[in-house]
């Protein structure tokens, strides 16, 4: 891009990379516009959008006396290093949702 660009097209042109499915340098290279510069409007544009962040959920939970040292507990780490102990015979179902949303 030789010409000067105006906001409009170079809004256009972060759109066009986002959509391409190429880094940021074949994109340039292949649009012949630095690189500095799309990476600049590139995050323009990420800022100026709307988070599409997922809205926290909360999950029940039920608080229960420390189990006595005779109990067999089971122990899952989270990507995150969340640590979630639960005594054997816990319902699967309930522990997986709750490792996945504190995998989020």
Known sequence: ??????????????EAF????????????ARGVRLSTLQSWVYR???????RAEAVRLLPVQVAASPAATDVLLEVVA?????????VGTD????????AALGR
Do not use: D, H, I, N
């Open 1 to 14: 891009m030789a010409k000067q660009v105006g906001k409009p097209e170079w809004a256009r042109v972060a």
């Open 18 to 29: 986002e959509a391409s499915g190429q880094t940021q340098r074949e994109f340039a290279l």
């Open 45 to 51: 544009a990420r800022r100026a959008a709307p988070s």
């Open 79 to 87: 990507v995150g290093g969340a640590r979630v102990r639960f005594a």
């Open 92 to 99: 699967v179902a309930y522990v997986a949702r709750l490792v």
